[in-house]
Every structure is written in C-alpha cells, then in structure tokens.
C-alpha cells in the first residue's frame, strides 16, 4: 500500500492511494478485486479492480489523518495519510489602550510547528473598516503592523494567518481605544 502524497495540507485534500497485489513469487496479479475503506473522510471508488502491473487505485478525500485499509479476500493492508498543521498565531498591541489618532503597533507572531504547513499571508481587520492582506515568511516569526484610529470606541481586530494550502488560523483581539490626551 502507499499513498502519493503521505501527507495532505492543513486544510486537508485528496490523495491517490495504491494497493498492489501479487502472488507468493511477487508476481503481479490483474483483474483482482480490492475494496478499501477509510478511518476518516471518503474514497473514491470503494472498490476496485488491480490492473496488468497488479495496481488497484482510489483516491482518499480527509481533512484529517486517516488509515485507509484494502482488502482482498480475507487479507488486508493499510496506509496511513498524515494532514500538516496550520501555524500557530499569537496578537500583541501597544500602546495598550491605543490612543485615537496615534499609531498602534500589532505584533503578529506566527508559528509554524515541526512538520506544518507553510505560513502564506496575514489578513487583518481593524474593526475599523480598515483592512490590510501581506506577504509572511513561509517559516513564520513576527511582523508589526501599524495601524491608525480615527476615533475612540471599542473594536474587534481580527488575524487570519493563511497558510500555503488555503487553511487558516484566526484570533480576534477586543481593543478599547482611548481618546488623545488633551494639550
């Protein structure tokens, strides 16, 4: 059994997977039935017949790990399909409160664990109407974003770190900002 590829993207997808069958000498055998199932998500097709080299195929969809198991007779095989995880995504303000008409810096901090998915792009939104989209590195690290309110008022500023596969992690971050001293 493999699969092509072993692991999916955080946001999950499809994966081919391939079951060879063979005889005792490890000769190919064709028109052999295979069934396979899935411990999570969906194959397509269910069951299938192996070919001339021996390869029955189907395709694996899951946003999750999954162990796709097929069965021939009474004997089985499985290939387990790995999914990446998303980075990780953490919001600092400063001023904290901010002050209307002055600049607010955000430091973004995004996390890209062991053997996750690349960060893409930040998406921020103010709550203030303002949004802004840009580039990160595909390993992460921290990246200050200033920012200007026009008005004092409370407003929920919203971080989507997108990684390279489209899956996403969100925070959102109350901030109360206060009106500029007086002079």
Do not use: C, W
Not at 67 to 87: F, I, L, M, S, Y
């Amino acid at each position: 059994m493999s699969a092509s590829p072993a692991t999916l993207p955080s946001g999950g997808g499809s994966v081919e997977i391939t079951a060879r069958v063979s005889d005792l000498g490890g000769n190919p055998l064709a028109g052999i039935p295979v069934t396979f199932s899935t411990t999570a998500g969906t194959v397509s097709p269910a069951a299938a017949t192996t070919d001339q080299t021996g390869a029955a195929r189907t395709t694996l969809t899951t946003d999750r790990e999954a162990t796709v198991t097929a069965r021939v007779a009474q004997e089985t095989a499985d290939v387990t399909v790995g999914v990446g995880q998303a980075p990780g995504l953490a919001v600092s303000v400063s001023p904290n409160p901010p002050i209307a008409k002055a600049a607010t810096q955000f430091a973004v901090t995004v996390v890209v664990p062991p053997g996750g998915t690349a960060a893409d792009r930040l998406d921020i939104n103010f709550g203030d109407g303002d949004r802004t989209s840009l580039r990160i590195p595909a390993s992460g690290g921290t990246t200050t974003v200033s920012h200007v309110y026009d008005r004092e008022g409370t407003f929920t500023v919203t971080v989507t770190v997108v990684d390279v596969s489209g899956g996403r992690q969100t925070q959102q971050l109350v901030v109360t900002v206060v009106p500029a001293p007086a002079i």
